[in-house]
């Protein structure tokens, strides 16, 4: 298959498969993250370590704060192993740390946000008080075909947040 097709391919199934899932399982754990700050941390590069630092921080700062990466969860005194390490959860794993979450009294979350979640909608629905994207680079053109593509998948995580770290930086349309 041609890159271009597989890639158009790909869309085709984020929006007729990933999306619908995604507002299924948003409604049936009742939207559990419009009741979290949620901190959300995207790029090439650094993600899981930048997405604990601010956990760290926010933790020792007093903050009750869960923490979603690649690796794994915090949803208080538990461990989630999310089994992906290569990829943010699935919507039906994500909505069910968040409820977790709130259940535990958390009222913070910090995430690591793929792009291939952002592309694949697996956050649709949730409002990131913070975004914070770390770098970009040609890492994952196999899936995204050109930078301008990757790049767009990446500032998806602006649409849905009220303050964007570095520099208000500004989506591609």
């Known amino acids: 298959m041609i890159p271009i097709q597989k890639y158009y391919l790909q869309k085709v199934k984020n929006y007729l498969w990933h999306l619908p899932k995604s507002i299924y399982f948003k409604t049936k754990f009742k939207n559990p993250s419009k009741n979290l700050t949620l901190i ?27 923490l979603i990466t690649t690796i794994g969860a915090k ?40 792009s291939h979640a952002l592309d694949q909608f ?3 629905g949730c409002h990131f008080k913070v975004s914070v994207i770390t770098n970009t680079s040609h890492e994952h053109l196999d899936d995204f075909i050109d930078m301008h593509r990757y790049i767009h998948a990446k500032n998806k995580i602006f649409h ?4 964007v770290s570095p520099s208000q930086a500004k989506p591609i349309p």
């Open 40 to 66: 959300g941390v995207t790029g090439t590069d650094g993600k899981t370590t930048t997405a604990k630092l601010i956990y760290e921080v926010l933790t020792k700062a007093g903050i009750k704060t869960g």
């Open 160 to 163: 849905y947040s009220d303050i």
């Open 122 to 124: 697996r956050f649709f």
């Open 75 to 114: 949803t208080g005194n538990r461990d989630i192993n999310t089994g992906l390490h290569m990829t943010s959860p699935d919507p039906s794993l994500v909505q069910q740390i968040f409820q977790e979450m709130v259940k535990s009294g958390l009222t913070h979350a910090v995430i690591e946000v793929t």
